[in-house]
C-alpha cells in the first residue's frame, strides 16, 4: 500500500500501485470544506466508482450535459465513465471514499503523467482552458455549485443537492443504508 497527501487530503493506494496492475483501488480521504474540494476534472482515459464509507461526501458530476450534485451517505456509490466532468470534496469530518477504476498509471509511477484535465480549483493550481463555449458554460455552472456548497459547508450545514434524483437513477446506487 502506498498513501500519497494531497492539497485536499489523503489517498491511500490500496492495489494499483505496481504498472502490472490491472485496475486501481484507493480510499480517498477529502478534508471537509474548501480545503477538501478536489480539483473540477476529467479523465481521457480512466474510469472508475466511488463508494461512501464514512462521513458525507458532496459529489459533482455533469451527465448528459446536466450539472448534478449529490450529498452521498456510506453505502452510497457513483459510476463515471471516462470523459465525465467531476469533482468531490468533504462535506462532513472524517470521509472515507474507495474508488475503483480502471488503471492509474500515474499511482503506479510518479513519473507518468496523470491522466487528469483539470478544468477548475478552488486552491489555485492551473487549469485547461475550456474546449467550447458549451464546457466554458457548464464549468461556471459547477464552479456556482461549488462556491455555494462551501458556503454552506464552512456554514456548518449541508448544501442543496441538485437534480440528484436524475443522477442516482441512472449511475448511482445505494448498496446498504
Not at 461526501?57 to 467531476?86: F, N, Y
Amino acid at each position: 500500500m502506498k498513501v500519497d497527501q494531497w492539497i485536499w487530503g489523503r489517498e491511500l493506494v490500496i492495489w494499483g500501485y505496481d504498472p502490472s496492475h490491472r485496475y486501481t483501488f484507493k480510499i480517498e480521504e477529502p478534508r471537509k470544506g474548501r480545503v477538501g474540494c478536489l480539483s473540477l476534472q476529467y479523465h481521457n482515459e480512466k474510469s472508475e466508482t466511488w463508494l461512501c464509507i464514512r462521513g458525507t461526501v458532496w459529489a459533482l458530476a455533469v451527465k448528459e450535459g446536466r450539472v448534478c450534485t449529490w450529498l452521498m451517505q456510506p453505502g452510497d456509490s457513483l459510476s463515471l465513465e471516462a470523459g465525465v466532468i467531476h469533482r468531490m470534496m468533504g462535506a462532513s469530518e472524517n470521509v472515507q471514499v474507495a474508488e475503483a477504476s480502471t488503471p492509474d498509471a500515474h499511482a503506479a509511477d510518479k513519473n507518468v503523467p496523470k491522466d487528469v484535465v483539470r478544468l477548475h480549483c478552488t486552491m489555485g493550481r492551473e487549469v485547461s482552458a475550456p474546449r467550447n463555449k458549451e464546457e466554458s458554460d457548464i464549468i461556471k455552472k459547477c464552479v456556482e455549485f461549488t462556491e455555494e456548497a462551501i458556503s454552506f459547508i464552512e456554514n456548518g450545514r449541508m448544501p442543496p443537492e441538485h437534480d440528484s434524483d436524475f443522477l442516482k437513477s441512472k449511475w448511482g446506487i445505494r448498496l446498504w443504508s
